[in-house]
Structures are given as structure tokens and as C-alpha cells.
């Protein structure tokens, strides 16, 4: 897959869906689906590694991992594994099963949710692709951090974008360059208070 970027082997590109309040679902699932975005994330994940909460895994279809894809759970509960399905119960699992499967870089590692996992591993964040819709859904129940304020962030791209049904939709494209803050998160696994408000109702190591 040719040469890695600047990146850790456990460096996080988030890549999900939200509007333009960064909300992300409602009760457990995407806020909306628009076939470009869908496409799109499939696009960029295959062949990569992604990572995501139980949740995630469950509103998937058929509650399967995603082919073509090695898929990491991220659960305090024991679920069995398969070929392209690891479980990891704690971050610093993630980190050394990243580093197994990772050991060079090569392969993107991208963290698609849910909210709780946001918080959980926000320091581990380098780089955010956001498919943002110009709309606010009032039902919405779990956010990711403000991009636009944060200060550990900077928009670096708006990429592709359209219209359906209504929504108007684009790709935005983050980068991390608070290095300081991000390292100072790293010695207590802290998490800045911006990411700890920002996925609102969600408590339990699970509900991600």
C-alpha cells in the first residue's frame, strides 16, 4: 500500500458523519444516510483498519464487520472474533494490537464512532474527515467535539459536496496541531473538556 504517511501505527483519521451542530445519532444510529457518503466511506476505509464501539458494530448491517476491512471493536463485553473481527476491552489493548497489525504505518486506522469512543480516545486523534450536512436534527442525542472551535484542530480542506433530499452535504478535512495538548493528554490518558461535553447523554464504556 506504498509508503506510510507521518503517522503513528496507532494514529486515528475520525471518520464519520454529522450536521452542523456535530451531531452524530440518535438512539444508536446515523443521523442520515446519503449514498455518496456511503460510498465514499467505503471507498476510503477498504484495506484499511477500522475501529469503532459496539454500538457501531451492532448498527451495522446484519451487525457484521465491514469486508475487505480488519475491524476492531472496542467493548467491555467478550464477543467471539473472526478472521477480519478483533476485540480489544481497553485502550492500551488497542494500542498493542494496532502496533501488531500496524508494526510500519502502512495501513490508515480509522476511528468511525461512536460518540463515547470519540472520548475515549480523542488524544489518539491526528486527523478528522467529517461529511458535514448544512441541517440541524432536533432528535439528536450524541455529538463529537466543535472542529471549528477547537483549538487542537485546523480545517486544512473542503473536498467533495452535493445536495440530497434536501440536504446539502461536504466534506470537510481536519488536521490535529496542538502537539503540546495532545501529548499532555497522553500522560494521564486525559481528555480534554471539550471532548468530555461533547458527547452529551452517553455514560457506559458501551454505549459508543
Given at each position: 500500500?506504498?509508503?506510510?504517511?507521518?503517522?503513528?501505527?496507532?494514529?486515528?483519521?475520525?471518520?464519520?458523519a454529522c450536521d452542523n451542530r456535530f451531531a452524530i445519532g440518535n438512539k444508536g444510529d446515523m443521523l442520515f444516510h446519503i449514498p455518496d457518503?456511503?460510498?465514499?466511506?467505503?471507498?476510503?476505509?477498504?484495506?484499511?483498519?477500522?475501529?469503532?464501539?459496539?454500538?457501531?458494530?451492532?448498527?451495522?448491517?446484519?451487525?457484521?464487520?465491514?469486508?475487505?476491512?480488519?475491524?476492531?471493536?472496542?467493548?467491555?463485553?467478550?464477543?467471539?472474533?473472526?478472521?477480519?473481527?478483533?476485540?480489544?476491552?481497553?485502550?492500551?489493548?488497542?494500542?498493542?494490537?494496532?502496533?501488531?497489525?500496524?508494526?510500519?504505518?502502512?495501513?490508515?486506522?480509522?476511528?468511525?464512532?461512536?460518540?463515547?469512543?470519540?472520548?475515549?480516545?480523542?488524544?489518539?486523534?491526528?486527523?478528522?474527515?467529517?461529511?458535514?450536512?448544512?441541517?440541524?436534527?432536533?432528535?439528536?442525542?450524541?455529538?463529537?467535539?466543535?472542529?471549528?472551535?477547537?483549538?487542537?484542530?485546523?480545517?486544512?480542506?473542503?473536498?467533495?459536496?452535493?445536495?440530497?433530499?434536501?440536504?446539502?452535504?461536504?466534506?470537510?478535512?481536519?488536521?490535529?496541531?496542538?502537539?503540546?495538548?495532545?501529548?499532555?493528554?497522553?500522560?494521564?490518558?486525559?481528555?480534554?473538556?471539550?471532548?468530555?461535553?461533547?458527547?452529551?447523554?452517553?455514560?457506559?464504556?458501551?454505549?459508543?
Open positions: 500500500m506504498g509508503q506510510a504517511d507521518d503517522r503513528n501505527e496507532d494514529d486515528l483519521i475520525l471518520l464519520i457518503d456511503l460510498h465514499h466511506f467505503k471507498n476510503t476505509t477498504m484495506g484499511h483498519i477500522v475501529v469503532m464501539g459496539r454500538k457501531t458494530l451492532e448498527s451495522l448491517p446484519g451487525g457484521k464487520p465491514l469486508p475487505g476491512r480488519l475491524n476492531v471493536v472496542m467493548t467491555r463485553q467478550e464477543r467471539e472474533e473472526s478472521e477480519n473481527l478483533r476485540v480489544v476491552h481497553d485502550r492500551e489493548a488497542l494500542e498493542a494490537l494496532l502496533a501488531e497489525e500496524n508494526p510500519d504505518g502502512t495501513r490508515k486506522v480509522f476511528h468511525v464512532g461512536g460518540g463515547g469512543l470519540v472520548k475515549s480516545l480523542w488524544d489518539l486523534i491526528d486527523e478528522a474527515i467529517l461529511t458535514r450536512v448544512d441541517a440541524t436534527f432536533p432528535e439528536a442525542d450524541t455529538w463529537i467535539p466543535d472542529f471549528d472551535a477547537s483549538e487542537e484542530f485546523q480545517l486544512v480542506d473542503k473536498g467533495k459536496s452535493g445536495e440530497y433530499k434536501d440536504l446539502h452535504w461536504q466534506i470537510y478535512h481536519y488536521k490535529r496541531i496542538a502537539e503540546k495538548n495532545r501529548k499532555e493528554a497522553e500522560k494521564d490518558h486525559g481528555v480534554p473538556q471539550q471532548a468530555q461535553h461533547a458527547v452529551g447523554k452517553e455514560k457506559d464504556a458501551d454505549e459508543r
